[in-house]
Every structure is written in C-alpha cells, then in structure tokens.
T-cell receptor, first 111, second 113 residues
C-alpha cells in the first residue's frame, strides 16, 4: 500500500518567517495530494490540494509544489502569523482506499 | 449546513463495555470513513464505506464494526472496549474516494479505563 513520510515532526519559526514541510510518497499511481490543518480540539481541515498534472499551486500565503519524478511534495507558508500554529498533515490519494496521511508536523509560530 | 457531525464528543468507558459512535453528514456524500488518531501516529483508517449498505476494512479494523444503513449516517461500534482503543476518533466524508477532499468532523475523544 501507499506510504507517506512527512518531515519535520515539529517546526518552530519566528512570526513573519517562512515555513516548509516536506513529504514523500511511494505509490507512483497516486495523483491527488491534499494538505490538512488541524487546530487543537478540532478535526483536520483542507487548506490546499494539488493534482499530479500540476507542479505548483498557490493560495495567498500558502503554496504547494509537487515533483512526480522524485515522488515528493511540499507545503510552503510565507509571512507566518500566530494563527498558522497548528498540526499540518500531508496526504496522498488516487487509489480505491482513499487518502493516506503523513504523521503530521506541529508548526509553532514564535512571537 | 452542519457538514460532518459526530456524537458523542467525549466518552469514558470501562474495559469490556460496548458503545456506538455516530457520524452524520448532510452533504449527500457517497463515501464515509472512520479514522483513529493517536499521538505521533497521524490518522489511521479503521473502516470505510463507498455507499449505503456497504462497508470495507481499512488499515486497523480489528475490534471495531461499522454499519451504513442510511447514506447520511455511518456508525462505528466497539463490542468489547479495550484500553488500546483509547484514542480520538474522526469521521470523514467525500463525494468520491482518492481524488477528492475529505471533510472531517471534530472528533470523539474516547477513554477506556
């Protein structure tokens, strides 16, 4: 089955700096890569997604990149703000079993 | 539009007791999923359903049963709760599987003593 590795497990950045979270996947058939943000006491919420026919996608301060050849994808958050503090999950999908989640990155924004 | 609603939000059980977690969605989604979330483990799929009346096993199905009698509801049952089932349980739904986003509820926090 699909295997998704996510790094780092914890990331601490100064407010205003950029944050980058990286993931790799194993199944070359995967073609959909959503990212979720989970705030304390809440369920994961979709923040951005990318499909395998696209190399990069941006939405305001958030961008995702995908390298199909290397089987890795990344989340970039620029000009980080306190409300960006949360756990972020990368996921990989495209098969019959739905999405496979990475183990999560705890992003801490230092004031 | 409530999205995905899970009940109860919290529950404490004794070992050996049984209970059912309810998930309801109002988005007319075909697919529904149950996950458990444990520290450092991410989300692991327990069972899922591709439509009313169907269920299938996920990554960690042992000790759980599910039913999808109505399209909008997906029930997760623990017949004989064990301390290893202490976790946060999330339900999700989607239009299709694999290449569409899943919409999550806010979870049920379950402790087994």
């Amino acid at each position: 089955g699909e295997n998704v590795e996510q790094h780092p497990s914890t990331l601490s950045v100064q407010e205003g700096d950029s944050a980058v979270i990286k993931c790799t996947y194993s199944d070359s058939a995967s073609n959909y890569f959503p990212w979720y943000k989970q705030e304390l006491g809440k369920g994961p919420q979709l923040i951005i997604d990318i499909r395998s026919n696209v190399g990069e996608k941006k939405d305001q301060r958030i961008a995702v990149t995908l390298n199909k050849t290397a089987k890795h994808f990344s989340l970039h958050i620029t000009e980080t703000q306190p409300e960006d503090s949360a756990v972020y999950f990368c996921t990989s999908g495209g098969g019959a079993d739905g999405l496979t989640f990475g183990k999560g990155t705890h992003l801490i924004i230092q004031p | 539009n409530a999205g995905v609603t899970q009940t109860p939000k919290f529950r404490v059980l004794k070992t050996g007791q049984s209970m059912t977690l309810l998930c309801a969605q109002d988005m007319n989604h075909e697919y529904m999923y149950w996950y458990r979330q444990d520290p450092g483990m991410g989300l692991r799929l327990i069972h899922y359903s591709v439509g009313e009346g169907t269920t299938a096993k996920g990554e960690v199905p042992d000790g759980y049963n599910v039913s999808r009698l109505k399209k909008q509801n997906f029930l997760l049952g623990l017949e004989s709760a064990a301390p290893s089932q202490t976790s946060v349980y999330f339900c999700a739904s989607s239009y299709t599987t694999g290449n569409q986003p899943q919409h999550f509820g806010d979870g049920t926090r379950l402790s087994i003593l």
